[in-house]
């Protein structure tokens, strides 16, 4: 069969889209427009504040999945993925190219938290040592916190409380109680989608020592513990209606969550949660955008 001389570097860059794991982007997206909407329904929104907060975002999370790549890659848990391949687990791309690509995206988030540093507040560059070291020592350095249970708890932290309380304090100089609230249904979202990936992975994550909360609860409980999580997500974005009525848009996101609830409550397993943690995806997007709307009216 003829090929084309472009093939290979299409083959490469397709490996480097999927290392980035744009997929998953919405773990990002909507926090920030969570958080923005939070300013905006208090009267406040900068534009240019806006893209610098998403530049920041995005630097960090990009970064960050790069940093995974390459510690989970070095240490041997991506040997054997049932997921999409990795970077280095897979031998498309070098250790150091990965981490150097980690290290290049959190220099842009850096230099945007230094432009907001100067603009709005230096407390922000406190907030970039934070996630900086937050996302490396999640899988990386002698004892990676990824590694002893406590991914979840950052999850919700990093791409729930403080995402959104720092999206809005970045358009408000302050943290309105609206946005601790918020931030919550947005990060319990977050944790179901690390969820879906490590109850798919906890067969390979046994075997390479990487103790997550799904192989400590093990299989039949992490799907109950998906499950709680997604009715959590709605319950708190619910409790938020008597101050902002609105936010009972989030109610629309249903038919979002029935097909990834419907495979885990079947007993989906191994490459069957590709399309669980995709539709988790939607599910985040979607819910993301309907608060945004419901917290900005």
């Known amino acids: 069969m003829l090929t084309r001389p472009d093939e290979p570097a299409v083959g490469a860059l397709h490996a480097w889209i999927v290392g980035a794991r744009l997929k998953t982007l919405p773990v990002t997206l909507a926090p920030v427009a969570v958080g923005s909407a939070v300013a905006a329904s208090h009267g406040s929104l900068s534009g240019w504040r806006a893209a610098l907060t998403m530049l920041f975002a995005l630097g960090f999370v990009l970064g960050t999945n790069f940093f995974n790549d390459y510690s989970d890659g070095v240490r041997g848990a991506d040997d054997h993925r049932v997921g999409p391949a990795r970077l280095v687990g897979s031998g498309q791309a070098s250790p150091r190219r990965v981490l150097r690509s980690g290290i290049a995206l959190y220099g842009v988030a850096v230099l945007s938290a230094i432009a907001l540093a100067v603009t709005v507040s ?27 249970s406590l991914g ?15 999206t809005a304090y970045i358009q408000l100089e302050r943290i309105p109680l609206l946005a601790l609230g918020a931030s919550v249904p947005i990060g319990l979202l977050a ?40 009715a959590a997500s709605f319950g708190c974005a619910l409790l938020l209606a008597p101050a902002r009525p609105w936010a009972l848009l989030v109610l629309g996101a249903l038919p979002a969550a029935v097909l990834p609830v419907r495979r885990v409550r079947a007993g989906a397993r191994g490459r069957d949660l590709i399309p669980v943690l995709e539709h988790t995806c939607v599910l985040l997007l979607v819910f993301g955008a309907l608060l945004t709307i419901g917290v900005a009216l």
Not at 122 to 148: E, H, I, K
Not at 155 to 161: E, N
């Open 122 to 148: 230096w407390w922000l560059l406190a907030l970039a040592v934070v996630c900086a070291l937050g996302g490396w020592y999640y899988t990386g350095g002698a004892r990676p916190y990824g590694y002893r």
């Open 152 to 166: 979840d708890i950052s999850i919700f932290v990093f791409h729930g409380v403080i995402a959104v309380c720092a």
């Open 191 to 230: 944790c179901a989608l690390l969820t879906t990936n490590n109850l798919r992975d906890i067969p390979t994550d046994t075997a390479a020592g990487k103790i997550t909360v799904a192989v400590r609860l093990g299989d039949r409980r992490t799907r109950h513990y998906y499950l709680a999580l997604i």
